[in-house]
Nanobody, 125 residues
């Protein structure tokens, strides 16, 4: 399985920006679709964004136009650029990879094979 380590979470004011990073182990990173999920206190973990191994991107409606997911296969890293942050974006953000390579989409927690440890994003209003 792929091992994942997130970084970049911190306290930020509403309207600000953050970039999260997720470093993945293994030489087959380029063949894996990657995703970001988040979990707010008292709520279930939810899908945020995904980028396929071929570069296709998908977002949950609440972050469309504000968040951008990208990947650098040379660095085995996936990023989540978060702009115009809102208090409702406050959550622990998790990087995720599916169980198998060449998956076209990763939008359900049940399909995740590997999780990172999470990074806290707190947006103050």
């Amino acid at each position: 399985q792929v091992q994942l380590v997130e970084s970049g979470g911190q306290l930020v004011q509403a309207g600000g920006s953050l970039r999260l990073s997720c470093a993945a182990s293994g030489r087959t990173f380029a063949t894996y679709t990657m995703g970001w999920f988040r979990q707010a206190p008292g709520k279930e973990r939810e899908f945020v964004a995904t980028i396929s191994w071929s570069g296709n991107t998908y977002y949950t409606n609440s972050v469309k136009g504000r968040f951008i997911i990208s990947r650098d296969n040379a660095k085995n890293t996936v990023y989540l650029q978060m702009n115009t942050l809102k208090s409702e974006d406050t959550a622990v953000y998790y990087c995720a990879a599916p169980q198998s390579p060449y998956t076209s989409y990763l939008g359900r927690a049940a399909d995740v094979g590997s999780w990172g440890q999470g990074t806290q994003v707190t947006v103050s209003s």
